[in-house]
């Protein structure tokens, strides 16, 4: 058993040793990376004890927070100091009572962590990573949008999806955008996400998007609003 144990151990400090180099770490990667199964790192994760969370495929460092480790499309860490202060931006802008969609990517965990824990307000999203944080929040009504599992930016899309919207009245959209150009207005780089983020806007009493301004002036291929669609875009600069 002190063998087992010993053994878990030593793979618990492998792992945080390479995901604090990365950033985040795929399962699959880590597994390879120690050449164990998948299974295996789960059971080691299991108890709850290693400060390392599974969040859309991703491992994380808990104790850098799940805002500030989390990435799906390679973040770099200049960026993150932006991205934490646009979510708190965005943040401050919910009330009690509020029903708020949070959208997916890199910058959402950040408006999720700067939301005060005892905040009684009802949560839609259809993100993995937002789901788990909603989940922990002690006063939060959490719903999750199904559907099938995307794992390259932890989402959920199905027409159920869709037709699931049609029941629920949103005060706040906070979405997020992989670019914001004036000419081309909002883009992201999954076309699954745009059918989401329109019916999103279309429901939401208002819409706000929450980028960092490395994003302005970047185009990616999935077209989703004009730049002026917005109620209000917020970047770390306000």
């Known amino acids: 058993m002190s063998e087992t144990v010993d053994r878990r151990g030593a793979r618990l400090e492998r792992l945080r ?5 990365e950033g985040s770490l795929r399962l699959a990667e880590a597994a390879r990376a120690l050449d164990v199964s998948t299974m295996t790192l789960r059971r080691d994760l299991a108890d709850g004890g290693s400060g390392i969370d599974l ?3 991703h491992l994380v460092d808990r104790r850098h927070g799940p805002a500030a480790a989390y990435t799906l499309e390679g973040a770099t860490p200049s960026h993150l100091a932006a991205k934490a202060e646009a979510g708190r931006r965005a943040a401050a802008l919910i009330k009690p009572g509020d029903t708020i969609f949070v959208d997916c990517g890199t910058t959402m965990p ?3 962590a700067a939301i005060p824990q005892e905040l009684e307000i ?3 999203c259809y993100a993995l990573p937002i789901a ?3 989940s922990r929040m002690a006063r939060a009504q959490l719903f999750l949008l199904g559907g099938l599992f995307h794992p390259g930016s932890a989402t959920f899309f199905s027409k159920d999806t869709l037709r699931g919207l049609k029941r629920l009245g949103i005060a706040k959209a906070f979405l997020s955008a992989g670019g914001i150009d004036a000419q081309q207005g909002a883009t992201c780089s999954n076309f699954h996400e745009v059918p989401v983020k329109r019916a999103i806007m279309e429901r939401a009493a208002r819409s706000y998007l929450v980028v960092d301004s490395s994003k302005q002036g970047l185009v990616k291929p999935a077209r989703f609003a004009a730049s002026d669609a917005f109620h209000r875009i917020i970047t770390e600069n306000g």
């Open 17 to 21: 040793a390479l995901i604090a180099r």
């Open 55 to 57: 969040l859309g495929g």
């Open 110 to 112: 950040h408006l999720m």
């Open 122 to 124: 009802t949560i839609v």
């Open 132 to 134: 788990s944080q909603a």
